[in-house]
């Protein structure tokens, strides 16, 4: 059988010896590691906000040259660079720990800054992922970063890129949108891009497990509705506002209490992996919208890998909130949430 093609991605320091440097910048203590009182949104004295402005404040004027810009930069071919998302990309051209443009200093506090944006319980599977999405390299031999604005100021926002992973931390510099803009999360588990049957491997999967059970409690009607012939294209993350009432899938307006609390379960399996500011900021947006009742549940028959009516590619989508979960040929998650839809993806 021909390998089920990608085009999305087509185009250093280990784990062991990053915990066992004590990042210098908080008296020793990794930024990480600082507690915080209070939970949403991110504010500029977050953590891992905490953390880039003194990765911002250690680099020199070369260094910055290279890997700053200002807030609303934008190239011809990528458009507004601080909004970009993809499935497979460098943002800027140095990687974290795969050459010596970064002290081991530096390297070590993108390393708190990464930390620090991920739930705890899910930080072993981020490294996981990234190795096995990097043919078995260590964590920063092909990722890359971006600073845009002034850290500490109201407009900054620190991006980390590389493939399978898209993330950010800005202090809610844009407070309308979680996460700072559209994140991207995958992985592929195996040597080869193509996954069999249920993605052994996948840390991801489970996710798409959860949405599936939910599936399986859906009446024929209801069936009929989640089910659509074939997926939009997987960057397709752009809000649709009021017209979400005329999208394709089920309406969750029309499930019943007991599925909307199985939705309420995989809406809080989507979330887990990051930060707990960035879990709360998640769900405030999709209050202001109206919440899970205002959204939509997809489920793409074009895409199911083993035909067995598990399916690997599906949506959950609201006015200002788009969750789209693609599986074949294995796991991208494109995540765009904002508590309006006027928010804008790529300008």
């Known amino acids: ?46 953590a891992p906000e905490t953390a880039v402005k003194a990765l911002y404040d250690s680099l020199t004027a070369d260094q910055k040259k290279i890997v700053c810009f200002p807030w609303d930069h934008t190239e011809k071919d990528r ?9 497979n990309w460098q943002i800027t051209k140095p990687t974290i720990t795969g050459g010596d443009f970064y002290t081991k200093k530096q390297q070590t506090i993108v390393h708190d800054i990464f930390k620090g944006l991920t739930n705890p319980d899910w930080y072993d599977r981020f490294l996981k992922q990234l190795k096995d999405d990097s043919d078995g390299k260590p964590w920063g031999a092909l990722q890359s970063i971006a600073v845009f604005g002034e850290p500490g100021t109201d407009k900054f926002e620190f991006v980390l890129t590389g493939r399978h992973q898209t993330l950010r931390a800005d202090g809610n510099c844009e407070p309308h949108v979680a996460f700072g803009g559209p994140v991207f999360y995958g992985h592929s588990a195996g040597e080869n891009t193509d996954q069999p049957q249920n993605h052994p491997g996948n840390v991801f999967w ?14 024929e009607k209801q069936r009929k509705a989640a089910l659509i012939a074939k997926a939009p294209k997987e960057s397709a993350v752009g809000f649709r506002g009021e017209k979400i009432a005329e999208a394709p899938g089920l309406a969750l307006s029309d499930m019943t209490k007991d599925q909307v609390a199985e939705m309420e379960k995989v809406l809080a399996c989507l979330i887990e992996p990051f930060r707990v500011e960035d879990r709360d900021e998640v769900t405030d947006c999709l209050k202001a919208q109206g919440g899970l009742s205002k959204c939509r549940l997809s489920f793409y028959e074009d ?45």
Request: with cysteine.
């Open 1 to 46: 059988m021909a390998e089920r093609e990608c085009p999305e991605c087509t185009p250093g320091v280990d784990r062991r010896g990053f915990l066992a440097t004590a990042a210098a910048v908080a008296g020793g203590v990794p930024l990480f590691a600082t507690a915080k009182a209070s939970a949403a949104p991110p504010t500029k004295t977050s």
């Open 303 to 347: 895409a199911d890998i083993a035909k067995d009516q598990v399916w690997d590619n599906w949506r959950l989508e609201g006015p200002a909130f788009v969750w789209y979960f693609r599986g074949d040929p294995h796991v991208h998650v494109w995540v765009h949430v904002a508590d309006s839809p006027e928010v804008k993806l790529n300008s």
């Open 206 to 219: 489970p996710q798409a497990q959860a949405a599936n059970k939910v599936y399986q409690m859906l009446s």
């Open 79 to 87: 458009g507004l660079l601080r909004t970009r998302v993809s499935a």
